[in-house]
């Protein structure tokens, strides 16, 4: 199946600082991501949908600009939290529609953020 | 909005089937996804099932939906030590015309006993 990659795989900062993670579709093009957060035993919550080529959509409460999402190929989306702080520590991840597959979305192997 | 519910565990001894259950409310599903996470893994897509189905058989999965009564089940053939997971149902609404992301349920956690 197709290839999602993440990186990095966990990261640590201190409060107040930004943090990049990068979403590669390795063995085909996306052009739509998803990028989800994973509180402890909790399920995945939809954060936006990534189009390369055009702005995010941000789901309810979540707010663009405090995650800014980029996503300047097909092959390649980011997610920066700028200004973390302790309460954006979570799992992050993101998936990439597959276009042959009709709404087969393939999953990275997550980032696990902590802020200090 | 849309709702994804599941039971939170299941335990089942080894070699026995295991059926996992999920409900959802969104009439307007059009794919239904059972996807796999180990610990402190990323998800991995186990199977899905276009709407217009009942039943889809995959090896040792095989799904069952009830469009009726917004059900759908995950029976594991078999069940080995390796299945032990969170195995969380997910719903689209895509229609082929859009990009949308999936709702999750909150998972099941699957427990071997040997």
């Known amino acids: 199946g197709a290839v999602v990659s993440q990186h990095p795989s966990w990261v640590i900062c201190k409060s107040g600082t930004s943090v990049k993670i990068e979403c590669r579709s390795l063995?085909?093009?996306?052009?739509?991501m998803f990028w989800y957060r994973q509180f402890p035993k909790q399920s995945l919550m939809l954060m936006a949908t990534s189009n390369e080529g055009s702005k995010a959509t941000y789901e309810q409460g979540v707010e663009k600009d405090k995650f800014l999402i980029n996503h300047a190929s097909l092959t390649l989306s980011t997610l920066t939290v700028t200004s973390a702080h302790p309460e954006d520590s979570s799992f992050y991840i993101c998936?990439?529609?597959?276009?042959?597959?009709?709404?087969?979305?393939?999953f990275g192997p997550g980032t696990r953020l902590t802020v200090l | 909005g849309e709702d994804v519910e599941q039971s939170l565990f299941l335990s089942v001894r080894e070699g026995d089937s295991s059926v996992i259950n999920c409900t959802y409310t969104d009439s307007s599903s059009t794919y239904l996804y059972w996807y796999k996470q180990e610990p402190g893994a990323g998800l991995q897509l186990l199977t899905y099932?276009?709407?217009?189905?009942d039943m889809k058989q995959d090896q040792r999965l095989t799904v069952l939906l009830n469009k009726k009564d917004k059900h759908l089940s995950l029976r594991i053939a078999d069940t080995q030590t390796g299945d032990s997971a969170i195995y969380f149902c997910a719903e689209s609404p895509y229609s082929g015309g859009g990009a949308d992301g999936l709702t999750f349920g909150k998972g099941t956690h699957l427990i071997i006993q040997p």
């Open positions: 063995d085909f093009q996306a052009t739509t």
């Open positions: 099932i276009f709407s217009n189905m």
């Open positions: 998936s990439a529609r597959e276009p042959t597959s009709p709404d087969t979305q393939y």
